[in-house]
């Protein structure tokens, strides 16, 4: 229970598959953590008056709006939200902003780097009048893989010499999957990359500190065309036939009228990063059995660090500096009231899940912003990671030649 009066009165667009974890996390995060504010889940908003108002009821809103420009500009909001496909990520940030509105934006931060320059340029402008952004990274907070970067700071780790990282899922495998926004550049920005190469991109800096600094890259888009679905658009479905962010259609059954993918399928690449770590990474929506499937395996000159999020409350660790007779993978059980976040769950042993990273990303948001604090990641720090998406793609278009990441500060 918090102890605090303090209000934070916040605004959500967008009430889909991210919409309802983040609704999830804003409803239980001052039930579980004692913070300087309580998050007051205000208004929700969505195209469809019909739909968002079944959302709001369902998900717990006080009320609901078809406007965001109206939600962004209330008076009495104080955080917009931001869950809608990336094509309108950087319009509401910006009005949010704007308005003075401290936003917390889902991932990746936006379609294009000049979307995503625009938006760091405008949270570094309102961070001086004490308006906070933070981006939606939330695999972050899982607690394991936060123990896994202080694993490497604290140096047990020794030299970091191998990333590698997977990112796989297999939703889209059948032909006949329909053409839904995520499979729309102008909707989506890219496929596999932004969607999930997006995430072990900004979990793998992280955990080691370091940043890319060039790739080579290879992406393939395996089904060029696919049914539109039926009484939409075309570009409405999500991932698990839920409604859409928006609410701009429905996300039925398909039609006979097929059209084009213009995103990738996969994308794998090599990269290099700046403390000298040699790294691999794969995004692929291809990887037939594999649902969700995201892991990471850090290999320094003193140990090795393995997480899987198929097993999120372990990490597998390599000691190399115990006795030769001892060495060997040892699973670490991260349930304890000592590993980061766990003190306010349950006793050691008893598991969490998927859902309590975002539970933990509000309460670190809500933090940040109640002290003044700089949350993270940053707009400047999504916006380092859509510049690596930039490289992949180019790398790609140019038959995977080397690409160096353009400077966040170009
Ligand atoms: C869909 O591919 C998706 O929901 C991503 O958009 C999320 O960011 C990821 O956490 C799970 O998969």
Not at 28 to 50: F, K
Not at 375 to 395: K, M
């Amino acid at each position: 229970m918090s102890t605090t009066d303090r209000q934070l009165r916040v605004g959500m667009v967008g009430y889909a598959f991210m919409g309802a974890a983040h609704s999830q996390a804003w409803r239980t995060v001052n039930r579980v953590y004692d913070l300087p504010a309580r998050a007051r889940m205000a208004l929700i908003c969505g195209r469809d008056a019909g739909k968002v108002a079944d959302a709001a009821d369902r998900l717990g809103w006080d009320a609901y709006t078809t406007d965001w420009r109206e939600l962004v500009t209330r008076d009495d909001i104080d955080v917009v939200d931001v869950c809608t496909p990336g094509d309108s990520h950087a319009e509401i940030t910006l009005a949010a902003l704007a308005a003075g509105k401290h936003v917390l934006c889902e991932k990746p931060l936006a379609n294009t780097v000049a979307e995503a320059r625009a938006m760091a340029a405008a949270a570094a402008t309102a961070e001086a009048a004490g308006v906070r952004s933070m981006c939606g990274f939330n695999y972050r907070r899982v607690p394991a893989a936060t123990m896994m970067r202080q694993l490497v700071a604290d140096g047990r780790l020794g030299v970091i010499r191998h990333v590698r990282a997977t990112y796989l899922q297999d939703w889209i495998v059948d032909p006949q999957f329909p053409l839904v926004w995520r499979l729309q550049k102008d909707r989506a920005g890219s496929g596999a990359l932004g969607d999930i190469g997006a995430h072990i991109i900004d979990l793998t800096q992280y955990v080691t500190g370091q940043l890319i600094t060039g790739v080579s890259a290879v992406t393939e888009t395996f089904v060029k065309e696919r049914p539109l679905p039926a009484g939409s658009s075309g570009l409405a479905a999500t991932v698990d036939g839920a409604e859409p962010a928006d609410g701009t259609g429905s996300a039925g059954g398909h039609g006979p009228a097929t059209g084009t993918v213009t995103v990738d399928d996969a994308a794998v690449f090599v990269a290099r990063l700046d403390g000298g770590a040699l790294a691999t990474y794969e995004a692929s929506r291809f990887a037939t059995g594999r649902k969700n499937a995201l892991r990471v395996e850090i290999n320094g000159s003193l140990g090795s660090v393995v997480f899987d999020l198929e097993r999120l409350n372990e990490l597998e660790f390599y000691d190399a500096t115990r006795p030769a007779a001892e060495q060997g993978f040892t699973r670490i059980l991260v349930t304890e009231g000592g590993h980061p976040y766990m003190s306010a769950w349950w006793p050691p042993g008893h598991i969490i899940g998927y859902e309590h990273s975002f539970t933990h990303q509000m309460r670190d948001f809500i933090e940040a912003v109640a002290t003044g604090a700089d949350p993270a990641p940053s707009f400047a720090d999504a916006l380092q990671v859509q510049l690596v998406l930039d490289a992949v793609t180019r790398s790609a278009e140019l038959g995977s030649s080397w690409t160096e990441v353009e400077p966040a500060l170009a």
